[in-house]
């Protein structure tokens, strides 16, 4: 069971060889990759930051949840801050199970939780120039706060 | 009481500071601090953020000690 926030890049293979056991029949990966567009503005690359010590904390707190929900220790996320650009992978889940149902379940449980609860921030560039802090909670709209 | 508060991304860009030293007669509460915020920010923070204490979320009536480290904490965009 691991939950880091890294600042490299995020190596898929690693998560998935990390989790891997012959006691786990089924693996689920979730890679989350920076988009080209967004509320149909072209995005050019983010920049993701945190507060380290509560994301950490909440990371790790989310992962023991799942590990005791699902029933299983075989879960290892990492998230990565810094600046992004297209395709890059800003977060990874690796979770193993002996049977599939739970392995998704317990994917997907981890990266809804980090999307509520984890005290990261995305402030997106987009390609005329402006940026801009994400907030997931509004509705889209034309016009929005600019900071330049 | 002297209460650090931690600010991050478009608070922190609204306040022009990473931090604020806020001083609050005791017995203090989240809410309390959060107002002498708000009364700096003129309308960035809205009326009722998520707060951590102690890198933890914390309710508006939870009484600080001197040495919390209090965090208000805006919409979070992760994963």
Same mark, same amino acid.
């Given at each position: ?148 | ?10 608070? $922190?860009? !609204?306040?022009?500071?990473?931090? %604020?030293?806020?001083?609050?007669? #005791? ?5 309390? @601090? /959060? *107002? ?5 920010? $003129?309308? !960035?923070?809205?009326?009722?953020? %998520?707060?951590?204490?102690?890198? #933890? ?5 939870? @009484? /600080? *000690? ?14």
């Amino acid at each position: 069971m691991r939950a880091d926030l890294v600042e490299q890049p995020i190596d898929v293979a690693a998560l998935v060889a990390e989790v891997a056991s012959v006691e786990s029949g089924a693996t689920t990966v979730f890679v989350g990759t920076v988009r080209d567009v967004n509320d149909g503005r072209p995005v050019t690359g983010v920049d993701y930051s945190a507060y380290a010590a509560m994301a950490s904390a909440e990371l790790t707190r989310i992962v023991a949840e799942a590990v005791a929900r699902f029933g299983t220790e075989r879960v290892a996320v990492e998230h990565r801050l810094g600046a992004l650009t297209l395709g890059d992978v800003s977060v990874g889940i690796a979770v193993s199970h002996p049977r599939r149902a739970q392995s998704m379940d317990a994917a997907r449980y981890v990266i809804e939780e980090i999307k509520k609860r984890v005290p990261i921030w995305k402030r997106e560039h987009y390609a005329d120039g402006t940026r801009e802090w994400v907030d997931p909670s509004r509705a889209p709209h034309p016009v929005t706060t600019q900071i330049p | 009481m002297n209460v650090r508060v931690l600010l991050f991304a478009s608070y $922190a860009d !609204a306040l022009g500071a990473d931090a %604020l030293q806020v001083d609050v007669p #005791e017995p203090v509460r989240v809410r309390d @601090v /959060l *107002s002498v915020i708000q009364n700096r920010a $003129a309308h !960035a923070v809205p009326p009722a953020p %998520l707060v951590a204490v102690n890198a #933890e979320y914390a309710d508006m009536d939870r @009484v /600080l *000690s001197p040495n919390d480290e209090v965090a208000i904490i805006p919409p979070v965009a992760g994963g």
